[in-house]
């Protein structure tokens, strides 16, 4: 009998010795991450396509600059930092012919709620409109300064004003009036390219 008290009371041990070290709590790890990406995006809003007709002396002799006419619009929704930079190709007529992109001219200025020299350059400077620059030329037109410009397109907004031959052109280019280069009767193409990118 005391061998069989010995082996129930063993048993007894050895059953209830598991849930004396019974756990009682437990823990695991959940990882949560968020990844960020940077979002830009330019979207010429007006003025797709710009056509200059040169048709009377006075257009050779004076340029061609209109302020509804020869506009275009482009806003910017960019979740940081950006720059635009404006590149053109060679204006040709498709028959070996090359007027000069000098000869275009244009300015920037703010069309949207952010302002210049608070939240952006335009050409470098903090003005609105901006200096001329040539289309000959490669350019940032837009650059983030001060409060920085990320934000919503109603915050980026910015209208380019053309000109062709005008006296304000010539003054940065040094080109003679298009009389003077006598450039051959000819429609002359280029497209022009508004890139935006992140602030280096």
């Known amino acids: ?45 007006a003025g797709e396509n710009i056509a200059f007709n040169v048709v009377s002396l006075d257009d050779y002799t004076n340029g061609l600059a209109d302020p509804v006419a020869y506009n275009s619009t482009f806003e910017v929704n960019s ?55 040539l289309l000959g030329d490669d350019n940032t037109i837009v650059e983030a300064t001060g409060d920085g410009n990320a934000g919503p397109g109603t915050a980026n907004r910015f209208t380019i004003k053309w000109e062709l031959g005008t006296a304000a052109v010539r003054a940065v280019s040094g080109l003679p009036t298009l009389l003077e280069q006598n450039i051959a009767p000819a429609t002359y193409t280029s497209t022009v390219t508004l890139t935006a990118s992140a602030m280096p």
């Open 79 to 133: 979740s940081v930092d950006f720059q635009v930079e404006l590149t053109a190709t060679d204006f040709d007529d498709g028959s070996g012919n090359i007027l000069d992109a000098d000869n275009f001219g244009y300015t920037v200025s703010d069309a949207g709620t952010y302002t210049v020299g608070t939240n952006h350059l335009l050409l470098g400077a903090s003005s609105s409109p901006s200096a001329y620059a």
């Open 1 to 45: 009998m005391k061998v069989l008290k010995a082996a129930l009371l063993l048993s007894l041990v050895l059953f209830l010795a598991p849930a004396g070290f019974a756990q009682t709590d437990d823990s695991d790890d959940i990882q949560v991450s968020a990844s960020f990406s940077s979002s830009i995006d330019l979207t010429v809003t």
